[in-house]
């Protein structure tokens, strides 16, 4: 490859000094420019992930785990992240609190938690609650979805361990064999943006990207909880 910029390199010197500026570039090798069109091409290939393969435990409401063999008839409410340790909520499609299609606003009271802005109270479109985020986790708390009473909005790093990258945009970019009522919106992480305290983290799951938006927007909202990691069985050495 250094033997093909070189060339390239010394042929654009001759150009510039030898040759009209129209036409130069059919002056090169022609197995040269095929090389460098070959290496590009295979470095394209290299750059494109390969799919991630979720291991995830459905729940019931009450915590016991579901099979997962038909969730129109026994639909989970919650699933486990085996890899991750989290567990998230999955969403309903019936009006009420976890409607899927509700929406919230980016808001937090507490200065030792909201990066130095509370955000906007009451500015999204729901039913159930208040539509805040701040007022959505007090209201799934008490309603102690899987037997849990202490989910959270997911930090930027959580949320994008359950992004499929082998969906392609327009999405959802979820897992659906885990969250089959997926909405491809934008969903709420809880990290501000460190140079805009006013804005927040955001994952839009159409095409699988995070960015920052306003915390006074409306946008969709996923809870999640870490479970307890199971102690480690030590093998005693004979």
Same mark, same amino acid.
């Given at each position: ?8 390199? #010394?042929? =654009? ?6 040759? @009209? ?24 290939? =290299?750059?494109?992930?390969? @799919?991630?393969?979720? /291991?995830?435990?459905?729940?019931? #409401? ?17 699933? #486990? ?48 609650? /208040? ?18 009473? /202490? ?5 930027? %790093? ?10 392609? %945009?327009?999405? @959802? ?54 479970? @307890?990691? =199971? ?5 005693? #050495?004979?």
């Amino acid at each position: 490859m250094f033997h093909i910029y070189f060339r390239v390199s #010394q042929m =654009k010197k001759m150009t510039n000094k030898n040759m @009209p500026t129209k036409g130069w570039i059919f002056s090169y090798s022609p197995k040269a420019l095929l090389l460098c069109v070959v290496f590009i091409s295979g470095c394209g290939d =290299k750059l494109v992930p390969a @799919p991630f393969v979720f /291991d995830m435990t459905r729940l019931n #409401q009450d915590g016991s785990v579901n099979d997962g063999s038909d969730y129109a008839k026994h639909p989970w409410a919650c699933v #486990q992240d085996n890899q991750s340790n989290l567990v998230w909520e999955v969403k309903k499609t019936e009006p009420g609190l976890q409607n899927i299609n509700n929406t919230y606003s980016w808001y937090d009271p507490d200065p030792q938690t909201n990066g130095g802005w509370a955000g906007k109270a009451n500015a999204g479109v729901c039913t159930g609650s /208040d539509c805040d985020t701040a007022a959505y986790i007090r209201a799934l708390n008490a309603k102690k979805l899987c037997g849990l009473n /202490d989910w959270y909005l997911p930090s930027r %790093f959580e949320l994008n361990t359950i992004v499929d990258t082998s969906v392609l %945009f327009p999405g @959802p970019t979820f897992p659906k064999a885990y969250f089959p009522e997926s909405l491809a919106g934008k969903y709420w992480t809880d990290t501000t943006f460190r140079t805009r305290r006013g804005g927040a983290w955001i994952w839009s799951f159409d095409a699988g990207s995070d960015t920052v938006v306003e915390k006074s927007e409306a946008h969709s909202i996923r809870l999640t909880h870490v479970a @307890p990691k =199971k102690p480690e069985v030590k093998t005693v #050495q004979k």
